[in-house]
């Protein structure tokens, strides 16, 4: 039986909630040193095998992580983690 997205909602609900209360707004420079740093530090307490802030590619900090597995097939996810002024 597979869970619904409502079950997975409210079971995994405590792995985003505290990124969720970040006010990031990237054109004001809200936020965004916080929220990057949670982010970076997620990733170590993840277990990613390599974690860096690239502060230099202009713009906010870019996270970059991986996790090394035993497939020679690579996923990659992209996501912005700023938000548009109300």
Do not use: C
């Amino acid at each position: 039986m597979t869970e619904s997205l409502q079950e997975y909602t409210l079971n995994h609900w405590q792995d985003f909630s505290d990124l969720l209360r970040f006010k990031t707004i990237a054109a004001q420079d809200i936020g965004i040193a916080e929220t990057s740093n949670w982010i970076f530090q997620q990733f170590k307490q993840l277990g990613a095998d390599h974690v860096e802030k690239w502060t230099d590619q202009g713009g906010n900090p870019v996270i970059f992580s991986d996790f090394n597995g035993n497939s020679d097939r690579i996923v990659l996810f992209y996501n912005h983690y700023d938000t548009q002024p109300a």
